[in-house]
């Protein structure tokens, strides 16, 4: 008989415990990592149209505030270039092959040319003493070499964050 009543007692405390109706976690929780996601500029690179047969690199770019909010990260990524290639790159305020180019975002030294691996991919990155935009034109290219920075072997528009 006192196993029973034990049981009587402890069955609805433990229901109680593990079902606490005074304990509830909030439904949104908002962490301050994530406040760059809606400030970060996405472009996909790809070789202009002129080089088409010759060369085919690929890739993506990022242009997202940095650490200290008074500067801008960008990052690219490219695929299907020459290995132990070597291009100089930037950002830039315009857009691809449009002629709208109206200069490097930025000190142009912040950008260290990209040395290509065996197998294909090179990996930038740049920050700029300059606030990331939320609005304007801006694309990222890559140049052939350091002695041929007129040919553009990519290109890519910085599509802006959504709101």
């Keep these: 008989m006192s196993a029973r009543r034990i049981l009587t007692v402890a069955l609805p405390v433990l229901t109680l415990v593990a079902c606490n109706p005074f304990h509830h976690d909030p439904p949104v929780q908002v962490r301050t990592s994530d406040a760059t996601l809606n400030s970060r500029w996405h472009a996909t ?3 202009p149209a002129s080089l088409a047969g010759a060369i ?3 890739g993506t770019a990022t242009m997202a505030p940095g650490q200290n909010g008074a500067s801008t990260n960008i990052t690219l990524n490219m ?3 020459s290995p132990g290639g070597i291009h100089p790159w930037e950002a830039h305020l ?4 449009a002629g709208m180019d109206d200069g490097v975002f930025g000190p142009s030294e912040a950008y260290k040319p990209l040395k290509v691996e065996s197998d294909g991919h090179a990996m930038g ?20 070499s350091v002695a041929n920075p007129e040919t553009i072997v990519a290109c890519g ?6 709101q």
């Design 79 to 81: 695929a299907n270039a």
């Design 56 to 58: 085919q690199i690929n």
């Design 125 to 144: 990155t740049a920050t700029v003493p300059v606030l990331t935009p939320s609005t304007g034109s801006y694309f990222v290219v890559v140049h052939a």
């Design 94 to 97: 315009g857009q691809c092959g």
């Design 157 to 162: 528009n910085l599509a802006p964050p959504t």
């Design 45 to 47: 690179l790809a070789t």
